[in-house]
């Protein structure tokens, strides 16, 4: 079965210091991959996705991540954080052509003002 | 535009009982899904369907049952309620997820049972 790991659990950073958070999947097939964010008291809404074509896939609010085919990863990077992305960030592996998503454990973002 | 919506947001229930977590989506999407989000676990996929009349079962589909009478409506349902199914759940939408890749999630429906 397809896995997807999130190795960092809980983040803590200060505003202005770089990001980047780990996702490796276990699927050997075609894969979609995506990152979701979850605010405090929201609801989960994506971030960025990566389908096809140049590995590196910039979303909203500043972030990217660069899928690494060899290495079964698409870690997620901001070279700058802010208070706001306070948050906890999903990494989801979605099989080509399949209808099952699944989301690895999450990490907790804490950005100290 | 309403987008998901589920309800009801909070149940406690006593262990053995049996209750629906309702959910309704207003983009005319195909794929419908349930998710429980549990800490150090995230979201476990439960149940999910495809269109009217078509479901499928996830990660973790024991002890709950689904429905798609509907394209609007997927409904979760719990026949006899345990512990270990308190959790978070999230319904959630997508025009195909297979090609799209966006899922549209509710508020979730936070349950506790006793």
């Known amino acids: 079965a397809q896995s997807v790991s999130q190795h960092n659990h809980h983040v803590i950073l200060s505003e202005a210091a770089s990001l980047e958070l780990g996702c490796n999947y276990s699927?050997?097939?075609?894969?979609?991959l995506f990152w979701y964010v979850q605010y405090p008291g929201q609801h989960l809404q994506l971030l960025l996705k990566y389908f096809s074509g140049d590995p590196l896939v910039k979303g909203i609010k500043g972030f990217e991540a660069e899928f690494i085919k060899s290495k079964f990863s698409f870690n997620l990077r901001k070279p700058s954080v802010q208070w706001s992305d306070t948050a906890e960030y999903f990494c989801?592996?979605?099989?080509?052509?399949?209808?099952?998503?699944?989301f690895g454990a999450g990490t907790r973002l804490t950005v100290k003002p | 535009n309403a987008g998901v919506t589920q309800t009801p947001k909070f149940q406690v229930l006593k262990t053995g009982q049996s209750m629906t977590l309702q959910c309704a989506q207003d983009?005319?999407?195909?794929?419908m899904s349930w998710y429980r989000q549990d800490p150090g676990m995230g979201l476990r996929l439960i149940h999910y369907?495809?269109?009217?009349?078509?479901?499928d079962q996830g990660e973790v589909p024991n002890g709950y049952n689904v429905s798609r009478s509907t394209t609007e409506d997927f409904p979760l349902r719990l026949l006899s309620a345990a512990p270990s199914q308190t959790s978070v759940y999230f319904c959630?939408?997508?025009?195909?997820?297979?090609?799209?890749?966006?899922?549209?999630f509710g508020e979730g429906s936070r349950l506790t049972v006793l």
């Open positions: 699927y050997g097939g075609t894969v979609n």
């Open positions: 983009m005319n999407h195909e794929y």
């Open positions: 369907s495809v269109g009217a009349g078509i479901t």
């Open positions: 959630a939408s997508s025009y195909r997820v297979s090609n799209t890749g966006e899922l549209f």
């Open positions: 989801a592996v979605n099989p080509y052509n399949n209808n099952d998503m699944r």
